[in-house]
């Protein structure tokens, strides 16, 4: 231990005479391990971290493939169907997302939630932090009862500890709130932060929702626990078979439709998309992470040639190789210590920025930070740079020319021309790591300057969107609000500089709007086929807001 001491403290006072050398390379570890390390932390909070629920790889989203229509989710009469019929699971239910209008003593305001079945959350396996969850009666029974959310209960409730059994009103109906879910709690998953649901009711289930007229209304999603030993693939041959008993009990006018079901491992539903991205964006940083480490080790090699008649010194006085060796991989611990140290405040740094300009279409967004495993590999990745850095001027100690370096000659000798060789490979390494990168930013510039010109079918210069919640109070009917809804277009509408006003329950790449089946008008049942759409409900001239073209017919 004392010699290792001795060792670290000969080699911080090297590397602190050679200040202008050390700030180099700590500058270049903390710039490449910054970026890998930011990148990281989006890989690790989005797609390595676990889902907030017990056992999540075997959490499953349920679903059917209707036509080729794939992850349409299911409908209401499904529910009891799989539940019955299927072997893979040991636990299901049905849930659907919602808005609700929350009303009460303090300010008005719409809120994201979603309407379960009581077996949702023992599928999951996440227990409140206060209450209880509706039971299977309170569901059945349509008893109006409410677990909210943890944001929701510090944010509307200053997490008052006797908020349970408090009245809430809920889309002018009064419920009663029985539970708070933990912090970090989050069901359904959505991709990204807008419509995160903050509370959560009892599904309860209708009869018109059950009849024959809603068998094709796919506007629910199931979520599914699978048994012990049961695979993804064979859990989806079993929803195929349930499927198709589905498929015999539909009615007449479905006589025609196909379906299959579908099943997907719960965080895939969300992240699917974001891999492919985050995968490309950390192999670009790594690369960086590459060339830093060329660069430092380029910087350490000239560095080691120039100390090496100090180094044939020491070794003719007897000083053994593996000593030199020992700390000149000191040193390069010690700087990739420093430049991890310096990288993973950038990161810190750079992630609040990268988190504020995220689009909210990125899922989990809120679980990225700097926490222990990220620190970790930003720590890990500037020792390994530090060490591989330091491999090179180790060789040259170890194929040091006693004779010629004392003569002073060490740079017309065998030796001299085997380092500049390890300096040409070096240089040329980096060259042919850097020509793909540069290559690869102009194809991905390129690709975003096309996609700025492709036409989404709307114009969205100069178009304002705003939201509002109207007190029950004073709009206690669906007349009063039509009447105010009303009156906001004809006052906007008359406003300087406004050339139109509309009201609509979605935007266009807003990734929220429904979704229905369809068909030609005309077809015969035999040859109806069924189709599906997004759909929005609009008020006032929304087309003409927006910049939408209407190819054929009229506005309504």
Known sequence: MSSLAHDVRFALRRLLKARGFTITVVLMLGFGVGSST???????GILLRPLPYRDPARLVQLGEHVGQQPGIGATARDFAQYAQSSSAFSSMGGYG???FE????????????????ASVFPTLGVEPALGRVFSKQEDEGHTPVVVIGYGLWTRRYHRDPHVLGSPIEL?????????????????????????EAQLWVPMSLTPAQLADDEAGDWGFQMVARLKDGVTVSEAAQDAGRVAQQIMRAFPANMASIH????????GETVTGATKPMLRMLFAAVMVVLLIACANVTILMLVRALRRHRDAAVRLALG???????RETLLEGALLSLCGGLLGLALAASILRVVLAILPD????????????????????????????????????????????SLKGNARTGTGASNHTRIRSALVIAEIAVA??????????????????????????????????????????????????????????????????????NTVPSSGFSGMTGYTAEGQSVEGWKLQFAGFGAVYGDYFRVLGIPILEGRVF
């Not at 300010?107 to 309407?115: F, K």
């Not at 000083?319 to 060796?325: N, P, T």
């Not at 890990?380 to 020319?401: I, K, Q």
């Open 259 to 266: 379906i299959r079901g579908d099943v997907m491992p719960l």
């Open 319 to 325: 000083a053994r190789s593996a000593a030199i060796v």
């Open 97 to 99: 997302t919602t808005d």
């Open 38 to 44: 930011t990148i990281f932390s989006l890989i690790e």
């Open 435 to 504: 020509l793909p990168m540069l290559t690869a930013s102009g194809a991905l510039l390129r690709s975003y300057q096309k996609m700025l010109t492709i036409d989404p079918g709307f114009r969205p210069e100069h178009a304002l969107v705003a939201g509002y919640e109207l007190p029950a109070t004073q709009y206690p009917t669906n007349t009063a609000v039509a009447t105010f809804n009303r009156e906001v277009v004809n006052r906007l509408e008359n406003k300087p500089g406004v050339v139109a006003v509309a009201i609509g």
């Open 102 to 117: 929350l009303n009460g003593s303090a300010t008005p305001e719409n809120v994201s939630g979603a309407r379960l079945t």
């Open 171 to 195: 889309n002018r109906k009064q419920y009663t709130i029985i539970g708070v879910m933990p912090r970090g709690f989050e069901f359904p998953l959505q991709v990204g932060r807008l419509y």
């Open 361 to 404: 279409s990125i899922p989990r967004l809120d679980s990225v930070a700097i926490d222990p495993v990220v620190a970790l590999f930003a720590l890990s990745a500037a020792l390994l740079t530090g060490v591989l850095s330091s491999l090179a001027p180790s060789f040259v100690a170890l194929r040091t020319n006693l004779m010629a």
